[in-house]
């Protein structure tokens, strides 16, 4: 399963959050891509896990407790047709 995590950072907090980022180790979840966007969020990471559960504890154990990440929204990728 994959998601994109869609991560928003206080101001000044924008590096040290990339670099706490790189260093998220999950037994069962990955994170395969991360990217700098422009708009309202800082980051666009791009995971992948077994189940939702395993990835809503990627976010919420990890990603989420990262000091300076302010918001984050998980947008789960489907398939259509």
């Known amino acids: 399963m ?13 590096k040290a959050v990339k ?3 790189g260093r998220i180790k999950s037994g ?6 991360l990217d700098a966007v422009t708009g309202p969020y800082d980051y666009i990471a791009v995971v ?3 189940s ?3 990835i ?4 919420t154990e990890s990603i989420g407790k990262i000091d ?3 918001r984050t929204t998980t947008c789960v990728a ?3 047709g």
């Open 52 to 54: 939702i559960d395993v």
């Open 28 to 33: 069962k979840s990955k994170l395969l891509a």
């Open 56 to 59: 809503g504890q990627l976010v």
């Open 68 to 70: 300076g990440v302010t």
């Open 19 to 21: 670099k706490a980022l």
């Open 78 to 80: 489907v398939s259509i």
């Open 2 to 14: 994959k998601a994109y995590i869609l991560i928003e950072t206080m101001a000044g907090k924008t």
């Open 48 to 50: 992948d896990g077994p």
